[in-house]
């Protein structure tokens, strides 16, 4: 399988702090690649290095065969990248439909926007509210709109931290419903997050971060079956649930 993201001994220190510590792992293409670790285990950070916000300390990261550690987000989403952070920043004043307009105006030809417009509307199950202002929306609402914003761009890699935050668990698994379809249709996936059930319905490989190291890798079940990262990530062993 084709390498899509490679981060090589990756380490970020702030001051005499080091958040992010010789992490290496790589992203296959097709894959659903998820980050989790317990608070402060250098998630965030991480994730920030492979976007571009932060520049790391020391270590690389390639992009599709490139090296682009130097660049900044917006050279990397040029190359494909499609970023959403974990807060919703859709344009809350403006109709949802408006939204995916502005998202994709630049990336899809004029007589084809509305057909794609539509065409989100349905994935993200939001055609009952196209007219709708987005900040009106749910919160679990405005994650999906944003997440169809950040698809317009039609990336090779779609970049998501914490995606399912602040959701109830019915918006949790519709997410995970959504990325799968979304997966499904080409696109590949590494998503920061902390919710384990998610995690397992979506993931394909799991990397686990401790202190800002790579702690643990290997298939959802393999994660699952570690009793180190139950210890560490909940704090109990597997003989103890």
């Given amino acids: 399988m084709a390498k899509l993201l490679e981060?090589?001994?990756?380490?970020?220190?702030?001051?005499?702090?080091?958040?992010v510590?010789?992490?290496?792992?790589?992203?296959?293409?097709?894959?659903?690649?998820c980050i989790i670790g317990?608070?402060?285990?250098?998630?965030?950070?991480?994730?920030?290095?492979?976007?571009?916000?932060?520049?790391?300390?020391?270590?690389r990261v390639l992009?599709?065969?490139?090296?682009?550690?130097?660049?900044?987000?917006?050279?990397?989403?040029?190359?494909?990248?499609?970023?959403k952070m974990q807060k919703p920043s859709v344009f809350k004043e403006l109709p949802v439909r408006q939204n995916l307009h502005i998202a994709l105006q630049h990336h899809v030809g004029y007589g084809e926007l509305k057909g794609e417009e539509d065409r989100l509307l349905e994935l993200l199950d939001l055609s009952a509210s196209h007219g709708k202002p987005a900040g009106e929306l749910s919160?679990?609402?405005?994650q999906w709109l944003e997440i169809g914003m950040a698809m317009a761009l039609r990336p090779r890699l779609l970049l998501l931290d914490e995606p399912t935050a602040g959701m109830s668990p019915e918006e949790t698994y519709r997410t995970g419903e959504l990325i799968l379809q979304l997966n499904k249709e080409g696109t590949t996936m590494l998503v920061v997050e902390h919710d384990m059930a998610f995690v397992r319905q979506i993931a394909v490989?799991?990397?686990v971060l401790h202190f800002g190291r790579t702690f643990a890798h290997g298939s959802i079940n393999d994660i699952i079956a570690d009793e180190r990262v139950a210890e560490i990530y909940l704090g109990k062993t597997n003989h103890e649930r």
Avoid: C, W
């Fill in 21 to 33: 510590s010789d992490v290496t792992l790589s992203v296959d293409q097709g894959d659903i690649h």
């Fill in 63 to 83: 992009f599709g065969g490139a090296d682009v550690t130097k660049e900044m987000p917006f050279s990397r989403v040029k190359r494909g990248m499609s970023i």
């Fill in 7 to 19: 981060a090589h001994s990756v380490s970020k220190s702030f001051g005499g702090l080091a958040a």
């Fill in 205 to 207: 490989a799991v990397t």
């Fill in 139 to 142: 919160h679990g609402q405005q």
């Fill in 38 to 59: 317990p608070n402060g285990a250098g998630k965030s950070t991480f994730f920030k290095l492979i976007v571009g916000t932060y520049p790391p300390t020391s270590g």
